[in-house]
């Protein structure tokens, strides 16, 4: 009777575990769609407005999800440069 009792509590703790996770990577993914769609429409939006042409480069998206709108000022500076 008491393995039984152990065994059910080794399933409840890895559920908790398994949704603990499930939050927790879905929190960081939502994180990281959030900052990619932000400074995609930053850059859409002053390339747009400025005419800056600032490429759609896998670089450029991947530093903009990662980094979200700082990357975006970095990318300007970077293309201001003449280095992008």
């Known amino acids: 009777m008491s393995g039984s009792l152990v065994g059910e509590i ?3 703790a890895a559920i908790i575990v ?16 959030l900052n990619s769609v932000l ?5 859409y ?3 747009l407005i400025f005419g800056l042409g600032i490429p ?3 670089a450029v998206i991947m530093a ?4 979200g709108l700082p ?4 990318i300007i500076i970077l293309k201001l440069g003449g280095l992008l």
């Open 10 to 12: 080794l399933v409840v």
């Open 18 to 33: 398994v949704v603990f996770l499930v939050f927790f990577l879905g929190r960081i993914l939502m994180g990281l769609i």
């Open 39 to 43: 400074g995609l429409i930053a850059i």
């Open 45 to 47: 939006l002053l390339n």
């Open 56 to 58: 759609y480069s896998l």
């Open 64 to 67: 903009t999800a990662i980094f």
């Open 71 to 74: 990357a975006v000022f970095v």
